[in-house]
């Protein structure tokens, strides 16, 4: 691995040889078959390496500008190629937006994510979501945009805007790829991920199970994530939110449990100093998995009664769960905060 650790953790003897970008799937998959009990040791004792287990991260997202979108990713109710009730926006006020922040900031989020459904975004809507990004930096968050492909120019603007971060997803494994999105590659994003890299960008960047993939496609995933060199700082793990009218709900297979909670812990292993984020899904998942998942190395959640377009669970009762559990939200992460 290339860049070097933070000084408060390079006292710490042997926690460089834990962050790889050579991991091979094998091993990737010999992990995930680890006896449950070994696994969540193993993924619990690298997160106490690099984080406190009792901290985690939220964030906020908004929909600056929603549907009509001509990518055709199977799983998304903002493709213009499906039937599915969600009704196109323009980009939305500026004004609206930093409201929007406000909001979420009042209300304990320290990032807020804007996205946008483009494919990629036209050089006119630049100055709008620059603006964006400097208005919302000045309530004191961390910000965070999601606008599909950029050209190395573009990544560059939001940079000098002051942008934090960038999220682009892989979405899922090498493999199983063309079966969900036909309309850009995976080299593409890939493109896109070297770009915002290039600009000095933090990059947050995971994937969605329970698309109808398999097992090998989710470690595919991981694999693909823990690759990328240096990893993410965020690695978002989405678990499919239903949406109707589009390719994958016919197809879409909810994880078992414990099945989910074995990727999240692979994630923690793979990558250690990312934080890993609880993402999509929420809804669907009971507070007992929820507390596994944080045990095994989740550290990062949205909080808000909506995602982009679909629903999330009710802050209180986020905010209750996370008490019950003795877990404390925090505006930034000890290994998030270092210079990549
Ligand atoms: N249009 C931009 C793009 O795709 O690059 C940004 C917005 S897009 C909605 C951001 C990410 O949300 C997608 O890459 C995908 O991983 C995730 N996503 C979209 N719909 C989802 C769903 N129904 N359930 C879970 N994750 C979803
Ligand atoms: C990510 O991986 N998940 C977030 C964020 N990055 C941009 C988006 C989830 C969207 C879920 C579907 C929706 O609400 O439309
Ligand atoms: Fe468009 Fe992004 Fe949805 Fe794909 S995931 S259809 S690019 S909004």
């Excluded at 960008?201 to 698309?211: A, D, R």
């Excluded at 923690?268 to 507390?291: D, K």
């Excluded at 009664?305 to 905010?319: A, I, M, Q, S, Y």
Aim: hydrophobic letters at 40%; one cysteine or more; proline letters at 5%.
């Amino acid at each position: 691995m290339s860049d070097a650790l933070p000084p408060h953790l390079e006292t710490r003897p042997g926690t460089s040889e834990l962050i790889r970008t050579d991991w091979s799937r094998e091993e990737i998959q010999a992990i995930h078959d680890l006896p449950l009990p070994e696994l969540v040791h193993r993924a619990q004792t690298v997160h106490r390496l690099f984080f406190n287990p009792t901290q985690i991260e939220a964030a906020s997202l908004l929909s600056v500008k929603t549907g009509g979108c001509p990518e055709d990713c199977g799983y998304c109710s903002q493709s213009a190629h499906y039937e599915t009730g969600v009704k196109a926006t323009r980009l939305m006020d500026v004004e609206v937006v930093v409201e929007a922040a406000r909001a979420a900031r009042d209300a304990g989020a320290s990032r807020f994510c804007m996205g946008a459904a483009w494919r990629s975004p036209k050089d006119r809507d630049m100055s709008e979501v620059c603006e964006m990004i400097e208005r919302v930096r000045a309530l004191g968050m961390q910000t965070c945009v999601t606008l599909g492909m950029l050209t190395a120019e573009q990544a560059v603007r939001l940079r000098d805007a002051g942008l934090d971060f960038y999220s682009h997803n892989v979405d899922t494994s090498p493999e199983y790829y063309g079966r969900i999105i036909t309309t850009r590659t995976l080299q593409d994003r890939l493109e896109t991920i070297e770009r915002v890299r290039n600009a000095g960008i933090k990059l947050c960047c995971g994937g969605i199970v329970g698309m109808g993939e398999v097992l090998s496609d989710r470690l595919g995933m991981l694999h693909l994530l823990a690759s990328l060199d240096p990893h993410p700082e965020s690695v978002p793990i989405n678990q499919w939110n239903e949406v109707r009218g589009v390719p994958v709900a016919g197809t879409a297979e909810k994880l078992d449990p414990v099945g989910f909670v074995r990727l999240i812990a692979v994630a923690r292993i793979v990558m250690p100093r990312s934080v890993v984020r609880l993402s999509a899904g929420r809804t669907a998942m009971s507070e007992e998995l929820q507390a596994l998942c944080f045990t095994a190395g989740a550290n990062s959640i949205f909080i808000g009664d909506r995602l982009l377009t679909t629903k999330n669970p009710v802050r209180d009762r986020d905010f209750a769960m996370l008490r019950k559990m003795g877990l404390d939200v925090v505006s930034s992460l000890p290994a998030e905060t270092v210079e990549a």
